[in-house]
């Protein structure tokens, strides 16, 4: 009913009959009664009506919300269910790892990761003195991809590659040295890599032959990592030797320029050894993991090797791994 309606209705006969009587009577009492009863009863319609529109309506948004609220669970579900792969990395290592992910160890952690149905992620930690004990013992990360096999303070899987020191020479150079016992080397400037505090082992070996001062030292770590090979080819040294793996990787940027020779003998005796075994380590105690990586070794490795030889990874071939067809 509109407003304006209401007070016309009757409106003569009410006011005359107030006039004289100064009552209301009583027919017109009974019909006024039913008026305002009719008016609220439909002022109640029109309520209810209303109020059966709102839960209408309401019924409808959720009903319209129902499928975008089921879409976002369907979607948040498998990446809460998804475990973590938690991988310990150098952040400035290259080739081996970096933040930016460059490295070898990043691209089969890619690939782990992948098979193992598993988000990928890093705690990124030099991995020097008490490296073990403060990260990977603590939890604060799974395990890491590149560390040599029967590593004490880890448990390892098999090693996945072995590779070794190598002398890396200029390809012009009349003398390229192949054996810690050549005698040129004596008269040469010889370049090794520093390990924090020490030398690596190749220092030991020239120094046993009493080559101290032929020694020229670097860094070979971050922005430096490829400050050894860049020596050989500057002609800073006359000869480099340097783990395998990063001298290969660097050699590739000269292109035709270096030669890399392994290094002779393989152990230098009492027991210096240069050629390493290289496998994946987890916590000790941690054999589910470490299963499960022996198990991704076993139907990934030709995929593996193709990393490794993609950057330049002098492999020494395993007579094991040759006899089991791997």
């Known amino acids: 009913m509109r407003p304006a309606e209401m007070p016309c209705r009757g409106s003569s006969a009410y006011a005359v009959a107030l006039s004289r009587e100064g009552a209301i009577p009583e027919a017109i009492q009974s019909d006024t009664s039913r008026e305002i009863l009719r008016a609220k009863e439909a002022l109640q319609d029109d309520r209810r009506i209303q109020h059966g529109m709102s839960e209408q309506s309401r ?12 879409a976002i669970v369907a979607f948040a579900l498998p990446v809460l269910a998804q475990p973590t792969l938690r991988v310990c990395a150098d952040p400035a290592n290259l080739p081996f790892s970096n933040r930016r992910q460059q490295g070898f160890e990043n691209r089969i952690a890619e690939l782990l990761a992948k098979d193992m149905h598993a988000r990928l992620s890093y705690q990124w930690q030099r991995m020097g003195r ?4 403060e990260y990977l013992s603590n939890g604060k990360c799974d395990m890491v991809v590149g560390i040599p096999m029967n590593y004490a303070q880890m448990l ?39 390990l924090d505090d020490d030398y690596a082992p190749p220092a030991h070996a020239l120094a046993r032959r009493g080559m101290q001062a032929n020694i020229v030292g ?18 800073k040294v006359d000869t480099a030797i340097v783990w395998g ?19 002779q003998p393989e ?20 054999t589910q993991l470490r299963d499960t ?7 990934h490795q030709r ?16 007579q094991t791994a040759a006899a089991r067809g791997n």
């Open 59 to 70: 019924s409808w948004s959720s009903l319209r919300l129902a499928p975008i609220a089921v």
């Open 130 to 133: 008490g490296f073990v004990r």
């Open 156 to 194: 390892t899987t098999r090693p996945y590659y072995r590779s070794t020191y190598v002398f890396v020479s200029r390809r012009s150079a009349r003398i390229q040295p192949a054996s810690f016992n050549d005698p040129e080397l004596h008269s040469m400037k010889v370049g090794v890599q520093v």
């Open 218 to 235: 670097f860094e070979t770590t971050g922005v430096n990592a490829a400050s050894i090979i860049r020596a050989v080819t500057n002609k």
């Open 245 to 263: 793996p990063l001298a290969g990787y660097f050699a590739k940027q000269y292109p035709g320029r270096l030669t890399l020779t392994p290094v």
């Open 267 to 286: 152990v230098d005796p009492p027991g210096l050894p240069f050629t390493f075994a290289i496998s994946m380590g987890v916590r000790k105690g941690n």
């Open 293 to 299: 990586l022996e198990h991704f070794l076993d139907r």
């Open 303 to 318: 995929e593996v090797e193709s990393i490794l030889r993609k950057y330049g990874v002098p492999l020494i071939e395993d």
